[in-house]
């Protein structure tokens, strides 16, 4: 007949499953699948986990802050565990701030220069002192960026303005 189709569906006389034919086929297949299972699993894992090329080492710095001596007029320099230590203050810039006006000096060293203490000594009322840009010297010869320092500088009392 012309047109008309006929499928045969033969069944395995021994197993409704042809592919449990033979068991140790099945358990061998099995654990190859397990196996390259486990072979993928471990090459992608590898291929995010590598290291990187360059690795950098930041060291912690012994120096803290800074502090303003204002009995011998100078800045020290504070360690972490809060002790006075002596080393150098490279540079910073020294900001004062009156009621009219904000002078700025620049200073190389821990005391203030005579520039400095000439401004704030013919202040007539407290004014605000502000230490930017701290830069220090460890004890290994680096520069070390140290926190700003704000204080408040009171003048003597014989330029101090007389309240009636």
Known sequence: ?????????RRYPSSKKPYLQNRKTFMRLKGLIVVLLFAMVAVTSGLYAQEPFTIKVKKESDL?????????????????????????????????????????????????????????????????????????VDDEGHPVKLPDVIDTWFPECSNCIKVR
């Open 64 to 136: 803290s802050k800074a502090v303003f001596d204002n009995v011998d007029l100078r800045l020290m320099v504070i360690d972490r565990f809060g002790n006075p230590k002596e080393n150098k203050i490279a540079s910073y810039i020294l900001y004062i701030k009156g009621k009219r006006e904000t002078a700025s000096f620049e200073g190389y060293s821990n005391k203030l220069t005579g520039e400095m203490l000439n401004y704030l000594k013919k202040q007539k009322s407290a004014v605000k002192i502000f230490f930017t840009g701290i830069n220090a």
């Open 1 to 9: 007949m012309p047109g008309r189709f006929i499928f045969e569906i």
